[in-house]
């Protein structure tokens, strides 16, 4: 069965530009969560949707946003970008909230130069 | 406000000895812990989750336990590889509805052939 799946793996973008990160779960799984992993630090959380309902934004400005399909892909837009938005853009699926293990795929490096 | 630390932050041993890595957290009130390798640049890799009502959990010569009283948590690694070198990082989920994981900001391990 396929993992979790990111696109791109790498991008490369200059300030003020907007990017698109796409992450489609592994199959049967309805939760979504993205993550921002500057580097040496631990993963931070931005969003995580569930049944294509947001049930939880982190600590981050408006211009990031995210949105769920009827099929539980999802994508993940960062408007306005500035040179602290390079990370490792990671994208985690989960079966159901009583176990809730997350499944990370092998997530997208964004650098803005 | 949940914070997770991990200490060491790097920790260098030779083949074969075995090694404990620490995980704490200030807010007891926590659903799940989930254990984590990340290989350089990689997505993340589920160890062990415990849930809550657990004292422990165990997958070959891996074994985590939890003391959710004094908002601790190891991973015990027996007998280690040079193959388990990467950053091993540990995750909270507060619960309450929210799936988003808090993570520390792990720990760097290199075992030495």
């Known amino acids: 069965d396929a993992g979790v799946t990111q696109s791109p793996t790498h991008l490369i973008k200059t300030r003020g530009q907007h990017v698109t990160l796409r992450c489609s779960p592994i199959s049967g799984h309805k939760s979504v969560s993205w993550y921002q992993q500057v580097l040496g630090q631990g993963p931070q959380f931005i969003f995580q949707y569930y049944e294509k309902e947001e049930r939880g934004r982190g600590n981050f400005p408006d211009r990031f946003s995210a949105r769920q399909f009827p099929n539980y892909s999802s994508e993940l837009n960062v408007n306005a970008l500035l040179l602290g938005d390079s990370a490792l853009y990671l994208c985690a699926s989960s079966l159901d909230s009583f176990r809730n293990i997350q499944y990370f795929g092998a997530g997208t490096r964004l650098s803005v130069l | ?113």
């Open chain 2, 1 to 113: 406000k949940q914070e997770v630390t991990q200490i060491p932050a790097a920790l260098s041993v030779p083949e074969g000895e075995n090694l404990v890595l620490n995980c704490s957290f200030t807010d007891s009130a926590i659903y799940n812990l989930q254990w984590f390798r990340q290989d350089p640049g990689k997505g993340l890799t589920s160890l062990l989750l415990i849930q809550s009502s657990q004292r422990e959990q165990t997958s070959g010569r891996l074994n985590a336990s939890l003391d959710k009283s004094s908002g601790r948590s190891t991973l015990y690694i027996a007998a280690s590889q040079p193959g388990d070198s990467a950053t091993y990082l540990c995750a909270v989920s507060p619960g309450g509805g929210s799936y988003k994981l808090i993570f520390g900001s792990g720990t760097r391990l290199l075992v030495r052939p």
